[in-house]
């Protein structure tokens, strides 16, 4: 079975400042991975995602991730974090060629400090 | 196009009860897929419907159950309510499933006194 872990539970950062939210996925077979943020009294938006391809994934809001299968990680970046991106962000992995039984890791809460 | 539909957005549940929660999906999507979030288990797979039937399945007591109609649309039923059950349903769909990006809606939360 695939499992996800985010090791940071909470994130702050300045304003304007980069930002790295980690991820690191366990699995015996090919995966395809997510990322997803939640706001407040929301559900889950996709930002990006990687199915096969080229490791770097660019998303939407100015967010990237790079898939590194030697390491089993996928994560997430922005180069300049506003305050509009605080926000709780989740990884999330499925089988590939499988069925839509993601696995979500326990999410980090990124807070933007104005 | 409009968005997958959950109802009721909010609802209170005394222990014993049971519950149903109802799911539309995008128009055209034909899978439907149910999680349960909570503060301390985080996001939970349900399980997952195509073309009404029931392809994959969380480890989840029998106490929960679901649906899917041959519209797609869904429903989730919670039978004798647990204080556990207390969480943020939230239902998603997409396709066909796999590596079709999945769209969630705002989920249904539910509270258990």
């Known amino acids: 079975a695939q499992s996800v872990t985010q090791l940071d539970s909470q994130v702050p950062v300045f304003e304007e400042a980069p930002v790295e939210l980690r991820c690191n996925y366990s699995?015996?077979?090919?995966?395809?991975l997510f990322w997803y943020v939640q706001y407040p009294n929301q559900g889950l938006q996709l930002l990006l995602k990687y199915l096969s391809g080229s490791t770097l994934v660019k998303g939407i809001n100015g967010f990237e991730a790079e898939f590194n299968k030697s390491q089993t990680s996928f994560h997430l970046r922005k180069p300049s974090v506003h305050i509009s991106d605080t926000a709780e962000y989740f990884c999330a992995v499925t089988l590939s060629g499988g069925y839509q039984k993601v696995t979500f890791g326990t999410g980090t809460k990124l807070q933007v400090i104005p | 196009k409009a968005g997958v539909t959950q109802t009721p957005r909010y609802l209170i549940k005394t222990r014993g009860q049971q519950v149903t929660l109802s799911c539309s999906p995008i128009?055209?999507?034909?899978?439907v897929s149910w999680y349960q979030q909570t503060p301390g288990q985080g996001l939970q797979f349900l399980f997952e419907y195509f073309s009404e039937t029931q392809r994959n399945k969380g480890n989840f007591p029998g106490r929960f159950s679901g649906r899917q109609f041959s519209n797609s649309r869904s429903e989730m039923n919670v039978s004798t309510l647990e204080l556990g059950d207390s969480a943020l349903y939230l239902c998603?769909?997409?396709?066909?499933?796999?590596?079709?990006?999945?769209?969630f809606g705002e989920g249904s939360w539910l509270t258990v006194v």
């Open positions: 998603a769909s997409s396709w066909t499933g796999g590596e079709d990006t999945i769209y």
């Open positions: 128009s055209g999507h034909r899978s």
């Open positions: 699995s015996s077979v090919s995966v395809y």
